[in-house]
């Protein structure tokens, strides 16, 4: 396999990832009745979508073909959380709980590649700024959680 074919095969599974969590947070958006939690989402959204647009970029500049949708995987778990969210007895709390679920998983992704060492210059500094961002997101989570608790 060429170089630029492997980065883009690792990079497009983190643009997956981005867009599973984007529709992820779409959807605590919608199941969440606080309006600083809506907010939240939204940005949390907004975030995965600029990240998402940056892995793309990233991709065809190695002459490669971003992928265009998320997994089986990532739709299976927007629908457990949806699930989960219909029958449990505080919402807001159980929602929290899959955002920091999946987000520690896009964490796990996100330091397996930073560990790579044949990543070019630019592609490392990318990937180090959605880790920290997502680590930061995750850290914020939890104090929400503990809020709603």
Not at 5 to 17: A, F, G, R
Not at 64 to 86: C, V, Y
Request: charge should be negative; glycine fraction near 4%; proline fraction near 2%.
């Amino acid at each position: 396999m060429k170089y630029t074919e492997e980065i883009s095969n690792k990079l497009n599974e983190l643009l997956v990832k981005n867009y599973d969590a984007e529709k992820g947070y779409i959807d605590a958006y919608q199941n969440v009745e606080s309006n600083d939690l809506k907010m939240f989402f939204k940005r949390r959204a907004s975030e995965r979508s600029a990240f998402a647009k940056e892995l793309r970029t990233e991709i065809l500049q190695y002459g490669q073909i971003p992928e265009d949708s998320g997994t089986f995987k990532g739709a299976m778990h927007r629908n457990w959380m949806n699930l989960k969210n219909t029958f449990s007895s505080n919402n807001e709390e159980a929602i929290l709980e899959e955002a920091i679920r999946g987000e520690e998983s896009s964490l796990e992704e996100y330091n397996t590649m930073i560990t790579e060492k044949n990543l070019p210059p630019t592609i490392d500094k990318l990937i180090a700024k959605h880790r920290d961002a997502i680590q930061s997101a995750i850290n914020t989570e939890k104090a929400k959680l503990e809020l709603v608790s």
